[in-house]
Antibody, heavy 123, light 110 residues
Framework: EVQLVESGGGLVQPGGSLRLSCAASGFTFSDHYMDWVRQATGKGLEWVGR??????????EYAASVKGRFTISRDDSKNSLYLQMNSLKAEDTAVYYC??????????????WGQGTLVTVSS | QAGLTQPPSVSKGLRQTATLTCTGNSNNVGNQGAAWLQQHQGHPPKLLSYRNNNRPSGISERFSASRSGDTASLTITGLQPEDEADYYCSTWDSSLSAVVFGGGTKLTVL
């Protein structure tokens, strides 16, 4: 069974930093692209960024709203995805989801999601 | 970043058919198609359809996706109470090099 478990959320002051983790199990983590997606309370889904797999040289992409402040990394030996968030703003307050992109002949779409971890940026 | 356009809400009766739309442009929906996600309150999203309109394993045949030009559609037949949820479309935008989402459609089953 595919499982994605996020951790590391919490309350942080504006301008502060936080590191989120996503522990994956039940599939070959190294084969998959992995994304972070966030959702503010009562709002829609917002893409944060992507980590591609080793075959694509672990390249990353970021939403314009977080570029230069957030960094996505992964450790395939630990089946883990990370999101380092710096210079946090109030508008970064959201539930952050780790999501797996599909493979095996299908388009790369979000086929598995974690339960999310809440990040609150407030003084 | 510009997103995809979805109607904020759709209401239909029990056992009726609902069609949800998602409009983008030639850099996203028109080129890549759109995936569809269902999200119940307090839960993470769930994939209903890939961008090629295929359903993942375990998804009911009542959900079917299609595309015409820059607009993707999700049709839900025989509406059930459990279909009441938020529905999002998503795809890759080749000009932005980013994933774009629709704003979501809240489906109410009367």
């Amino acid at each position: 069974e595919v499982q994605l478990v996020e951790s590391g959320g919490g309350l942080v002051q504006p301008g502060g930093s936080l590191r989120l983790s996503c522990a994956a199990s039940g599939f070959t983590f190294s084969d998959h692209y992995m994304d972070w997606v966030r959702q503010a309370t009562g709002k829609g889904l917002e893409w944060v960024g992507r980590s591609r797999n080793k075959a694509k040289s672990y390249t990353t992409e970021y939403a314009a709203s977080v570029k230069g402040r957030f960094t996505i990394s992964r450790d395939d030996s630990k089946n883990s995805l990370y999101l380092q968030m710096n210079s946090l703003k109030a508008e970064d307050t959201a539930v952050y989801y780790c999501a797996r992109l599909s493979t095996e002949g299908q388009p790369k779409d979000f086929d598995s999601w974690g339960q999310g971890t809440l990040v609150t940026v407030s003084s | 970043q510009a997103g995809l356009t979805q109607p904020p809400s759709v209401s239909k009766g029990l056992r009726q058919t609902a069609t949800l739309t998602c409009t983008g442009n030639s850099n996203n929906v028109g080129n890549q198609g759109a995936a569809w996600l269902q999200q119940h309150q307090g839960h993470p999203p769930k994939l209903l359809s890939y961008r090629n309109n295929n359903r993942p394993s375990g998804i009911s045949e009542r959900f079917s996706a299609s595309r015409s030009g820059d607009t993707a559609s999700l049709t839900i037949t025989g509406l059930q109470p459990e279909d009441e949820a938020d529905y999002y479309c998503s795809t890759w935008d080749s000009s932005l090099s980013a994933v774009v989402f629709g704003g979501g459609t809240k489906l109410t089953v009367l």
